[in-house]
């Protein structure tokens, strides 16, 4: 009979889970107003100027894509079945593999969280908007900006 140390698993299942919260941080899109996605590069976008009437913080929720409930279940699969022996396996690998699953998933949400800020617009045209990007431009109420809009995307841009 082979003697595994008790600490082997777990510390594999950490050394999983570092990577797939690594490779999550890497998929995941930018809101913000200073980055442009590829497809955005060299296309026509809708120029409007306007005064800021109000600057909210905000929380923008974390993707779902998938990869956290996939690598969860992996880990949490292989650390459970390591648990009892013979049926008591299967069964501890089944429940790993869930709680690992749901575990991942939230894991994926709370790493591509991010903070935001909701813009409120008065447009010179007399409209007013407000838009949601990422927080990494400072806004005041009174600031001339410029909002910019094309392929279904808006940003507020000094």
């Known amino acids: 009979m082979k003697s595994a140390s ?41 120029v409007e100027t306007g005064i800021v009437r109000n600057v909210r913080m905000v929380k923008i929720e974390g993707t779902n894509s998938g990869v956290g409930t996939i690598g969860g279940g992996i880990v949490g699969g292989i650390a459970g079945s390591h648990v009892g022996g013979g049926d008591g396996q299967i069964v501890g690998g089944v429940i790993g593999g869930i709680l690992g699953g749901l575990a991942g998933s939230a894991i994926e949400r709370n790493t591509t969280q991010t903070d935001g800020i909701e813009i409120t617009v008065q447009l010179d045209n007399g409209r007013t908007i407000a838009i949601v990007q990422e927080a990494t431009e400072s806004f005041r109420v009174g600031d001339r900006v410029n909002v910019l809009t094309g392929q279904g995307e808006s940003r507020v841009t000094h």
Do not use: D, M, W
């Not at 930018?30 to 976008?45: D, F, M, P």
């Open 6 to 46: 008790i600490f082997a698993f777990p510390l594999k299942g950490l050394l999983a889970a570092s990577l797939a919260v690594a490779l999550l941080a890497g998929c995941a899109s930018s809101k913000s107003g200073e980055v442009y996605s590829r497809g955005s590069a060299r296309t026509v976008q809708t």
